[in-house]
């Protein structure tokens, strides 16, 4: 365990480099009245994966290579609830042969991330699971978010 490590701190829209908006819904919301911690990994994981499909490198239905998640976090900075207005900022902190480490920044009307984190996908041939090269299609995708 790292105890030198630095708080996590928000940060600004300019961190990131593609948007995608995301619809709250009433279903979000805890019995504490905000957006669950829960909800904020599916975030993640759908703007990516629709950025993706977007651009043409990921077809998750015929596509012989998918990106499997082995590692994510997130850290909470300021409550989001129903209805609210949110946009989900991708980076890519890091590009492997095989594995791409995605940081997303959650933001509500303000400048700086109500939330931040990560998540890494390994992406792996759909029927062996075993890891492979990245597609050239997807690599070049994400040389863009780098």
């Not at 609830?81 to 980076?91: E, H």
């Given at each position: 365990?790292n105890?030198?490590?630095?708080?996590?701190v928000a940060?600004?829209?300019?961190?990131y480099?593609?948007?995608?908006?995301i619809?709250?819904?009433?279903?979000?919301?805890?019995?504490?009245?905000h957006?669950?911690?829960?909800?904020y990994?599916?975030?993640?994981?759908?703007?990516?994966?629709?950025?993706?499909?977007?651009q043409g490198?990921?077809?998750i239905?015929?596509?012989?290579t998918?990106?499997?998640?082995?590692?994510?976090?997130?850290?909470?900075?300021?409550?989001?609830?129903?209805?609210?207005?949110?946009?989900?900022?991708?980076?890519?902190?890091?590009?492997?042969?095989s594995?791409v480490?995605?940081?997303?920044?959650?933001?509500?009307?303000?400048?700086?991330?109500?939330?931040?984190?990560h998540?890494?996908h390994?992406?792996v041939?759909?029927?062996?699971r075993?890891?492979?090269?990245?597609?050239?299609?997807?690599?070049?995708?994400?040389e863009?978010?780098?």
């Open positions: 365990m105890t030198t490590s630095a708080k996590p940060e600004s829209r300019g961190a480099k593609v948007f995608r908006p619809t709250t819904r009433w279903s979000d919301n805890d019995v504490y009245g957006v669950n911690n829960v909800v990994y599916s975030w993640f994981d759908s703007a990516v994966n629709a950025y993706l499909i977007e490198a990921l077809d239905h015929q596509g012989s998918i990106g499997l998640v082995v590692e994510t976090q997130c850290n909470y900075f300021a409550p989001l609830a129903f209805p609210q207005a949110v946009d989900a900022g991708i980076r890519v902190a890091k590009l492997g042969s594995s480490r995605y940081e997303i920044g959650i933001f509500g009307e303000g400048e700086f991330t109500a939330a931040k984190g998540f890494i390994v992406y041939d759909q029927i062996t075993k890891p492979v090269a990245l597609p050239p299609t997807l690599k070049t995708v994400l863009t978010l780098v």
